[in-house]
């Protein structure tokens, strides 16, 4: 009425100021004629009715903005959590009617009131205080739990959402808050009974309202974007959503466009017709709010369940669902989880015999996990590896299964359980050592004849598409495996074979237990009939073991037991556990025990012996088996410890050796038996530039550059047989291509006994080191002047002694010899001064392009050439020569007269190594190798050994008769010259092969423009 009053007061002075203006107006229209006065009426007329269309069109747009707040206002006021405005004081400006029912006060009331004045103790308020810290300092959502004190009510937990206020960039110091019960959300009822009077509070005049409620809107959903819960509200008729924040998109996954398409019937799963939703409702109308679960369908069709927190509201006529759902399928997968691991122990404490356990566990996996078949495998002593428990498959199957042997690595079950996994067994491990497949033919079809008969087929013949393999393990031992299938496709996920694989433990833990549990049972009814052997048995066992009653006085302790103590076993007899050693956790745990009746059992405990305090911490596994009657009555403990302190110094360290490996600078690779990869360093990464992901499980030949034949792997393997070592200098190519030498080392890894289990690779790159030693040997070849000096004396010298002696001799005996013995001494003298002017042609080559000319040389025609020069002498000699050239090796960087001359020295040593072999052949092949060209002259001769390889670019060494030993140095100084490189490859009887590296035409360019500047 207040506001209909001022309207009309507004009206009536307008109206007064308009008959003002047009009483000035009629004045001067006196004056005006009749046509002019006409004209003038239908203008204001015309005005009049645009006033009257602007008017009504300012009145619709009012109104769609007063829709618009009010639901924005019933968004923010009758949201399921409470916001609250804090300014740096730490007082409320402004709160939501949520936010006021949580706290038990009026909304005006929370007005300037101390947020910290509802916190419920001093530790909630340092929690606040350092929460809002927190958001201060980072600018960014922080969240907390506190205990808020409702007035007239008792304290609840509450989560605080909270983020400091952004104006302009810069933090205005206030604090935006939403608060969420998180005891048993209770809907905030009080605060919708209550909305139709806040709104009256909050209407002001026309225009102010309207400026009021663009700013009220854009604040009700920055605090809606904020949150993390995803809010939908959805229009009852149509069942569509008709707004959603960022988080809903989020948990849908779908944009905002695809949203607003979208109604309830489209993601929720159980909700598939208008029907159904009408119902749901209907239900929700007689109860106003509901908390519920339900299932709903994300874009990509995953399915996730969601909590939904529900309110029905009615405005302006139209009937809304507000509701705010959060994701908690983590939850129930944890609560799956706990449930399945909690059904387990359970079993365990509630059985007492292992088969009948097995046959509980066997249903719990197969209730959890839903597939139809479970078994559970348990080696026995003679290698067999029957089904103990086991659920769903066919008598026949059943009967089949039970005779496969360990050793016989023909079914994938004997590989996992044995540890020998095979190459096309790795797709389908998992880290944990599980084989598992949710689609057993796909996984089968791409492999091999011989790869399918590593496999029996037994399931897949049984129509078994999902199929899991789970090793069963107690402490580092395989005892079994744990077998599921299904003729479902995909129902092993690695989820669930990762739970499974947790489980393991537990269970293998438990089998291990009913395994002693029998032992003990069976030396019960042995030791009835010699107490003396129990006494012995008892006293000598290597667990420690203490019998009590069950208010924890001593019974009975082994010998074993006192020694860990340094007592005598008599001294503990009727003593107090707790009060020799008082441990309030430990005294708990048993407690628990006596009281429940189910067994404890921790692993790793440490303990110190405060009467010695000089052993330092010691680490324990033990466990508390409670002894009982036929009631079930609780009349004793059993208490057994094992020393595992040793054990666990040894983990610690090998993580430290684990450690120094990883930072090793050198590559370290840790292969099995067949060659496969199973550890890397980063260091091999780093040289290779392959990532450990890439190259675990493959093999080295990964790194193969072509440079070795299968003889020198052949070689290799059979050095490391035979010495158990093999060292050497291997030539391998990275990821992208590159060559590059490595100084390597290969060992075998042996395990206690012997046996060889993996072997070890020690990888250095030394490709710089080598070409700088090889730049470095030819240096000091050619500086060694006194040496080559000596060796020309040698070499010259010989043959003049020769001729002086030849001369000699027949100067005494001229007078009397034939012209045939005549002739036959000077023939000597002159081959003599042959072998002279032929040490003198090769000195002459030896200083030939000091300054070689270097250009880009055409590979393709250059052999031609070479070829049609020196094939006539081959093929004289039977030898046979060979010619290639690849792609990307056309062109090299090199003087063709040096590379010529080079080529002549290396075929030259060919022929004479090929002489008496059965068809001699030689093949000149040239390949881009990473940057470089290599050319590579190979033949079948005589070969040359590793002696004499070490020798060969010494100067006048030779093992020729007629050579000079200059060859091969000629050959390596002019390929010095020319930036390359020489490796030589022989072995005795069967040939060798020599690669030259000379640079590509591009690189060489690029070379001598830089010398060329630097000079």
Not at 22 to 32: H, I
Not at 472 to 497: C, N, Q, T, Y
Not at 930 to 945: A, F, K, P, T
């Amino acid at each position: 009425m207040k506001k209909t009053k001022t309207s009309q007061d507004s009206l009536a002075v307008l109206r007064r100021k308009a008959e003002k203006k047009l009483g000035n107006r009629s004045k001067a229209a006196e004056t005006l004629s009749a046509i002019e006065a006409q004209r003038l009426i239908q203008e204001l007329g015309t005005h009049q009715i645009e006033l009257e269309m602007q008017n009504e069109e300012l009145r619709r747009a009012q109104a769609e903005l007063e829709e618009s707040r009010s639901r924005y206002v019933e968004l923010y006021d009758f949201a399921p959590v409470g916001y609250f405005t804090i300014d740096r004081h730490g007082s409320i400006r402004e709160a939501n009617l949520t936010g006021a029912q949580l706290l038990g006060v009026g909304s005006h009331s929370l007005v300037n009131a101390h947020f910290a004045g509802f916190l419920a103790s001093d530790d909630d308020k340092r929690t606040y205080r350092r929460h809002v810290k927190e958001a201060s300092d980072t600018r960014v959502r922080q969240t907390c739990e506190v205990r808020l004190r409702k007035r007239g009510g008792p304290p609840f937990y509450a989560q605080l959402q909270s983020i400091v206020v952004e104006q302009g960039g810069e933090a205005a110091g206030s604090i935006r808050t939403a608060v969420i019960d998180i005891e048993d959300r209770r809907v905030l009822e009080d605060a919708l009974r209550a909305a139709h009077g806040e709104l009256e509070v909050r209407v002001k005049d026309r225009t102010d309202e309207l400026a009021e409620a663009a700013e009220s809107i854009e604040l009700f959903q920055g605090l809606i974007e904020q949150t993390n819960d995803a809010i939908f509200l959805l229009d009852v008729s149509s069942g569509r959503f008709v707004d959603f924040n960022t988080s809903a998109c989020k948990l849908l996954g779908y944009t905002r466009e695809e949203m607003s398409r979208l109604g309830v019937t489209d993601v929720t799963v159980h909700i598939s017709d208008r029907a159904t939703w009408m119902e749901r409702v209907r239900v929700l109308k007689e109860k106003v709010y509901r908390v519920s679960e339900t299932e709903v369908r994300r874009k990509n069709g995953s399915k996730i369940i969601i909590e939904l927190s529900s309110r029905y509201i009615v405005q302006g006529g139209r009937e809304y669902i507000i509701t705010v759902a959060r994701d908690i399928m983590a939850r129930k997968e944890t609560e799956n989880v706990l449930n399945a691991t909690n059904a387990l122990l359970r079993e365990f404490a509630k059985q007492s015999l292992r088969k009948e356990y097995l046959d509980a566990v066997v249903d719990i996996i197969g209730d959890w996990s839903g597939c139809r078949y479970v078994g559970i495998r348990i080696k026995d002593r003679t290698g067999h590896i029957p089904y103990e428990a086991y659920r769903g498959f066919s008598r026949e199957f059943w009967e089949s299964e039970n005779m496969i042997l360990l050793k016989e690595n023909q079914c994938v079950c004997s590989r996992v359980m044995s540890g020998a996994i095979e190459a096309q067994d790795k797709p389908a491990m998992s880290p944990g050592g599980s084989f598992y497949s949710g689609n057993t033919m796909k996984f089968i079809e791409g492999m091999s004849d011989r790869e399918q008969s590593r496999y029996r087929g037994v399931c897949i013949r049984n129509g078994f598409t999902s199929l899991a393999i789970v090793p069963l393990r107690h402490r580092g031992s395989v005892l079994g495996a744990i077998h599921l299938a299904d003729e479902r496709e995909g129902m092993v996920s690695p989820k669930s074979v990762e739970f499974i694989e947790t489980m393991t433990t537990l269970i293998g833990e438990a089998v291990n237990r009913f395994d002693m549990e029998d032992d003990l049972r069976n030396n019960y009814n042995a030791l009835r009939e010699s107490s003396e052997l129990m006494s012995q048995m008892f006293s000598n066992i290597h667990i420690h073991i203490a019998y009590m009653d069950p208010g924890f006085n001593f019974i009975r302790v082994n010998r074993k037991y006192a020694e860990a103590h340094g007592q005598d076993p008599n001294f503990f007899v009727g003593k107090n556990h707790f009060d020799l050693y008082p441990h309030r956790e430990n005294e708990s745990i048993f407690r628990r025990v006596v009281e429940n009746g189910e067994p404890y059992s921790v692993f790793e405990k440490p303990f110190t012996y405060t009467e010695q305090p000089e052993r330092g911490t010691t680490y324990w596994d033990w466990s508390l088996q409670p002894v009982k009657d036929a009631e079930e009555k609780v009349v004793g403990l059993v208490l057994s410890l094992v020393d595992v302190t040793e054990r666990r110094r040894a983990e610690t360290e090998r993580e430290l050796l684990v450690a120094a490996v990883e930072a090793a600078a050198e590559a370290v690779v840790i292969t099995d038996l067949r060659g496969n990869i199973e550890y890397v360093n980063p260091a091999f990464e780093q040289i290779t530039g392959y990532g450990s992901m890439e190259i675990l499980g493959g093999d080295l030949h990964i790194l193969d550059s072509g440079h070795h034949g299968r003889d020198f792997y052949e070689q290799l393997r059979e050095e490391l047989r035979r010495n158990g070592v093999w060292r050497g200098i291997l030539v391998n190519r990275r990821k992208d291509g590159t060559l590059y030498h490595e100084d390597c080392t290969y060992a075998p890894v042996r395990d206690a006994d012997g046996e060889v289990v993996n072997y070890v690779s020690i990888k250095r790159d030394v490709t710089e080191k080598m070409r700088l030693e090889s730049i470095a040997q030819a240096v000091d070849t050619m500086n060694s002047i006194g040496f080559i000096f000596s060796g020309i004396r040698h070499e010259i010298g010989n043959p003049v002694n020769s001729v002086n002696m030849i001369l000699g001799v027949l100067k005494a005996k001229l007078g009397g010899l034939s012209q045939d013995a005549i002739r036959e001494y000077v023939d000597r003298a002159l081959g003599q001064m042959g072998r002279v002017e032929y040490l003198l042609k090769s000195l002459k080559n030896f200083n030939l392009y000091e300054t070689p000319d270097i250009q880009a040389v055409e590979l393709t025609s250059f052999l031609d050439k070479f070829l049609s020069l020196v094939s006539e002498d081959l093929q004289k000699k039977g030898i046979a020569v060979d010619a290639a050239v690849s792609s990307g090796a056309e062109q090299v960087a090199a003087d063709p007269r040096a590379l010529q001359q080079l080529l002549l020295n290396v075929l030259t040593n060919a022929s004479d190594a090929l002489e008496g072999r059965e068809r001699p052949s030689v093949a000149i092949s040239a390949s881009n190798a990473g940057g470089l060209i290599r050319i590579r002259v190979q033949d079948n001769g005589s070969g040359m050994s590793r002696e004499e390889q070490e020798r060969l670019f010494t100067p006048f060494y030779t093992t020729k008769e007629k050579g000079t030993g200059l060859g091969l140095v000629i050959v390596k100084k002019m390929i010095a010259r020319m930036h390359g490189t020489v490796a030589v490859e022989s072995r005795k009887g069967e040939g060798t092969t020599i690669d030259i590296f000379l640079p590509e035409v591009l690189r060489e360019r690029t070379e001598l423009e830089t010398n060329t500047t630097d000079h």
